[in-house]
């Protein structure tokens, strides 16, 4: 597995560090906490693995890290790291999410603000959240 540079490692401190902030008198929801998962393989992905650090309840904030991201490769950014911070909300079992802020190192990516996602979660229909998954109709989410 590849490492988090330095500073990589402490932007994305301080992007958990505001999330949970934010979110700290907030209960929490079936989608809170980490998620790992895997970009699919060439073509369609680059297979590299991503998570997700998600806290608060209906309104979460959600941290989306790409330790290899393609979008930065192609954007010619200072780092291959993608992160990026979104807001969301739930409906039901759909976590629904927007970009605020996206950078690939000290690159901004301007152009994904407001863009969204989708997260479906499937409990497996047990009451065990070891097992829930998320699908985002890209990458299959399992929690770390």
């Not at 999330?19 to 998962?37: D, K, M």
């Not at 297979?47 to 650090?53: A, C, Q």
């Not at 192609?74 to 807001?87: G, K, M, Q, R």
């Not at 802020?101 to 152009?111: E, R, Y």
């Amino acid at each position: 597995m590849k490492r988090l540079s330095v500073a990589t490692s402490l932007a994305v401190c301080g992007l958990l560090l505001s999330a949970s902030l934010a979110s700290a008198a907030r209960p929490s929801t079936a989608f809170s906490g980490e998620w790992i998962g895997n970009d699919p393989p060439f073509p369609d992905g680059d297979g590299s693995t991503v998570h997700l650090f998600v806290s608060g309840g209906d309104r979460p904030q959600i941290v989306f890290i790409d330790e290899f991201g393609t979008v930065c490769v192609n954007e010619d950014a200072s780092s291959t790291v993608f992160v990026a911070l979104l807001s969301g909300f739930v409906d039901g079992s759909t976590l629904f999410a927007r970009f605020n802020v996206a950078k690939c190192g000290t690159t901004t990516l301007t152009f994904l603000r407001g863009e969204g996602a989708a997260y479906e979660l499937d409990d497996q229909g047990d009451s065990d959240p070891a097992n829930d998954t998320l699908w985002d109709g890209f990458v299959l989410w399992t929690r770390a």
